[in-house]
């Protein structure tokens, strides 16, 4: 990873049912990789509310604070650890947990991450009958999200291009509007590395990728947007993997403006 970044805060543990591997092997493998800093965040326990190979249980909240914190103090002379977690805006329902957890020092950080909305149970976006409503219902809740104030940056802003199809008039839309929110509050975007594992087995071609979406991924850099990468780890070994040389030179080529976010923890 000559010359990446040098630190990612999108990293996950197995209580989310669909990761594996210890939190300690993330660690191990993050130092491996070269890295100086990185972020647990994992998906969000929600009180009340279950969501099994999505999420884990709210029970598991203080193993999971714990375990971090163990690794923090255990790792402290070879990475900076921090605690996170990946979160969708559900509206008002789940905020002032939200703001507990930053408010009271329990994670330092919480990233946005879209995937469904909650209405008594989960929906995913991408379940709309007319996906062009899923998009467009995946963006309104983005923007409040962004707007709420709670989030260091938003996690694959471009996942909507999952279920959206090609990117038509109503793709360039609604990647603008991100993009324009993302520039008035100051919010970085994130280039995020997971499909490029699990869809070309390690062999990086955005060609045929739902995201990163190259199509916004150029509007972004004609907007000048901040931008941040992400391993989005869901494995030990996706520290390995990933063609960090790759995503170089495409926020190269495109002239993307890359940033460090944490700048805005160290100052709390």
């Not at 995937?115 to 409040?144: I, N």
């Not at 999952?162 to 509050?185: M, N, P, V």
């Not at 997971?194 to 390690?202: D, V």
Request: hydrophobic letters at 40%.
């Amino acid at each position: 990873m000559k010359e990446f970044q040098r630190f990612n805060l999108h990293s996950h543990t197995a209580r989310c049912g669909h990761a594996i591997g210890t939190d300690e092997e993330y660690v191990l493998a993050a130092i491996e990789a070269g890295f100086e800093t990185m972020g647990f965040s994992d998906h969000v326990f929600l009180p009340g509310a279950n969501q099994p190979g999505m999420r884990g249980s709210y029970e598991q909240l203080d193993d999971y604070l714990n375990s971090v914190g163990d690794l923090q103090r255990k790792y402290q002379d070879k990475i900076r650890i921090f605690k996170g977690f990946e979160a969708e805006w559900l509206g008002e329902k789940f905020a002032p947990y939200y703001r507990e957890l930053l408010e009271t020092g329990k994670i330092d950080y919480l990233l946005q991450g879209q995937h469904c909305f909650y209405d008594e149970h989960f929906y995913w976006y991408g379940d709309y009958f007319d996906r062009t409503k899923g998009s467009l219902a995946y963006v309104q809740d983005l923007v409040e999200g962004m707007e709420s104030g709670l989030f260091l940056y938003v996690a694959h802003p471009d996942l909507f291009m999952l279920w959206h199809g090609g990117f038509d008039t109503a793709a360039y839309e609604i990647a603008r509007i991100i993009c324009e929110k993302s520039l008035e509050l100051d919010i970085p975007l994130e280039i995020n590395m997971a499909p490029s594992r699990r869809y070309k087995a390690g062999k990086t071609q955005l060609s045929g990728l739902p995201y990163p979406n190259k199509r916004f991924w150029e509007i972004a850099a004609k907007m000048g947007v901040s931008c941040v990468f992400g391993v989005d780890a869901h494995r030990p070994s996706d520290y390995a993997v990933s063609d960090y040389a790759f995503f170089k030179k495409f926020a190269a080529e495109l002239g993307l403006k890359l940033v460090n976010p944490l700048d805005k923890l160290t100052r709390k």
